[in-house]
């Protein structure tokens, strides 16, 4: 029974590294990086999909071929700036192309100008309450401290325990 529960332990230790290094690749700004060449992190910062997607949330996002409608996507407006919403509508014309309609499920109507299936970034498959907001504490000075030193210093305290037991 003892040899089960050191296995148990030893796999929630491996678990909340995985889990600590994801934190940490993110809050150190990662996430403007394609994982396997489809997948991103973003951290939503209005609340415009509520109550589906709140202001906090991260989403990981993964381009797709094809979009359709009802899917929430992310996408780069005209002005650049980086918005989640849900395809409203898909309008295939000739010219100048396909376009897309788009809503954010907490605004009363759908977004002034249309987008074109090439600035989609990709489709919302993923959202994870609320971490967006322990991300941002992890870039803060004290967030650096307290999620980041505080454990290196105690990893290293360890170490040197047992380095110095085993030297007696």
């Not at 332990?9 to 403007?32: D, E, M, P, R, Y």
């Not at 000075?141 to 037991?165: H, N």
Request: avoid cysteine.
């Amino acid at each position: 029974m003892e040899v089960f529960f050191k296995a148990l332990l030893k796999i929630f230790a491996w678990l909340f590294l995985a889990g600590f290094i994801l934190f940490f690749l993110l809050a150190l700004g990662l996430n403007k990086i394609n994982f396997l060449g489809r997948y991103r992190f973003l951290v939503v910062q209005s609340g415009s999909m509520a109550p589906a997607i709140m202001t906090g949330d991260v989403i990981l996002i993964s381009s797709q071929e094809q979009y359709q409608k009802n899917e929430v996507v992310t996408f780069v407006g005209d002005d650049g700036r980086t918005v989640t919403h849900r395809i409203a509508e898909i309008d295939y014309r000739s010219s100048p192309g396909t376009m897309i309609v788009t809503k954010g499920d907490a605004n009363r109507s759908i977004d002034i100008a249309e987008i074109s299936p090439e600035q989609i970034m990709g489709k919302v498959v993923l959202t994870i309450p609320r971490f967006g907001y322990i991300i941002a504490f992890g870039r803060s000075r004290w967030g650096l401290v307290l999620l980041v030193l505080v454990p290196a210093v105690l990893v290293i305290i360890d170490e040197v325990k047992k380095i110095v037991a085993k030297s007696r």
